[in-house]
């Protein structure tokens, strides 16, 4: 029953930050392993952060690792994505997604996570 709404995206110039928020309600996710995904037009969806629930260890795909950090508050129940040093590569529509019954390390399998956000655009010019 949690229910996912992303925000923060935006229009963006490249070398820019953002940082996307995901606000949930109806169950916490400090109990769900989190992440993030992105789509671009005409692009397949891909994985972009993952946080696991109860260590809270965190996994980055080679595209963004060193630029993005993936964090959750749990006292405001939000997970949130840091975007540093933005690309014109990075412009998409990103998604917070919940595996309410668990995921694996360093996948992100579409099965797995079963609750999605609507989704926030981001922009990047150059």
């Known amino acids: 029953q949690v229910h996912l709404e992303e925000s923060g995206g935006g229009s963006v110039q490249a070398g820019g930050s953002l940082r996307l928020a995901c606000a949930a309600s109806?169950?916490?996710?400090?109990?769900?392993?989190m992440g993030w995904f992105r789509q671009a037009p005409g692009k397949e969806r891909e994985g972009v952060a993952q946080?696991?629930?109860?260590?809270?260890?965190?996994h980055y795909v080679d595209s963004v690792k060193g630029r993005s950090t993936i964090s959750r508050d749990n006292a405001m129940n939000t997970l949130f994505l840091q975007m540093n040093t933005l690309r014109p590569e990075d412009a998409a529509m990103y998604y917070c997604?919940?595996?309410?019954?668990?995921?694996?390390?360093?996948?992100?399998?579409?099965?797995?996570?079963?609750?999605w956000g609507q989704g926030t655009q981001v922009t990047v010019s150059s």
């Open positions: 946080i696991y629930s109860t260590t809270g260890r965190t």
């Open positions: 109806g169950h916490p996710i400090s109990g769900y392993c």
């Open positions: 997604a919940a595996a309410t019954r668990g995921c694996l390390y360093g996948q992100y399998s579409g099965t797995d996570y079963d609750v």
